[in-house]
T-cell receptor
Framework: AQKITQTQPGMFVQEKEAVTLDCTYD???????LFWYKQPSSGEMIFLIY??????QNATEGRYSLNFQKARKSANLVISASQLGDSAMYFC????????????FGRGTSLIVHP | KAGVTQTPRYLIKTRGQQVTLSCSPI?????VSWYQQTPGQGLQFLFE???????NKGNFPGRFSGRQFSNSRSEMNVSTLELGDSALYLC??????????FGPGTRLTVL
């Protein structure tokens, strides 16, 4: 069974500063993917970034980067130069690679960006 | 490319009724997944359809069912609605790395 743990229910950051959202995972699979999603108050989930378990380099997408530490089973999201529009819920998720794919989501972290 | 669309966006039903939700995936995507999101349980996977076949299933009772059509559009049906079925229902189509592209959701309220 897979498990995602997000230990920070809420985070606050000043506009233009960087923030790290924590995510740890547990799985017995060798091949898997890790994902981060953003959910603004409107409700729509937005895919942000993907990291494959065999990728040696940390994934980056614009201001988002994923700090992947395989031995520690952590996949933290780093948002650089925070903007007011980054205020939202952030979900970490994982899924095994291959045909049988049932994704597992964390409980989420609420991020508030202060001006 | 148009994103994932879901209809209706809002729905109010009473206990015992049934409801059908619709989802159109991103053009070319053949996998459609459904999720239920509630404050208490978080985001839970319902099922996934691929090429008109249910490929994966979460841990929900048989009152929750779905289907997928040849054009990849999918419908989800909930029969004999209960108060606890009030939730945001999200549909997603799957990308190359199994990332999920979500629709805007259907907010269902059961009275």
């Amino acid at each position: 069974a897979q498990k995602i743990t997000q230990t920070q229910p809420g985070m606050f950051v000043q506009e233009k500063e960087a923030v790290t959202l924590d995510c740890t995972y547990d799985t017995s699979d060798q091949s898997y993917g890790l994902f981060w999603y953003k959910q603004p108050s409107s409700g729509e989930m937005i895919f942000l970034i993907y990291q494959g378990s065999y990728d040696e380099q940390n994934a980056t997408e614009g201001r988002y980067s994923l700090n992947f530490q395989k031995a520690r089973k952590s996949a933290n999201l780093v948002i650089s130069a925070s903007q007011l529009g980054d205020s939202a819920m952030y979900f970490c998720a994982m899924g095994s690679s291959g045909g049988s794919y049932i994704p597992t989501f964390g409980r989420g972290t609420s991020l508030i960006v202060h001006p | 490319k148009a994103g994932v669309t879901q209809t209706p966006r809002y729905l109010i039903k009473t206990r015992g009724q049934q409801v059908t939700l619709s989802c159109s995936p991103i053009s070319g995507h053949r996998s459609v997944s459904w999720y239920q999101q509630t404050p208490g349980q978080g985001l839970q996977f319902l099922f996934e359809y691929f090429s008109e076949t249910q490929r994966n299933k979460g841990n929900f009772p048989g009152r929750f069912s779905g289907r997928q059509f040849s054009n990849s559009r999918s419908e989800m049906n909930v029969s004999t609605l209960e108060l606890g079925d009030s939730a945001l229902y999200l549909c997603a189509s799957m990308g190359t790395h199994n990332e999920q592209f979500f629709g805007p959701g259907t907010r269902l309220t059961v009275l």
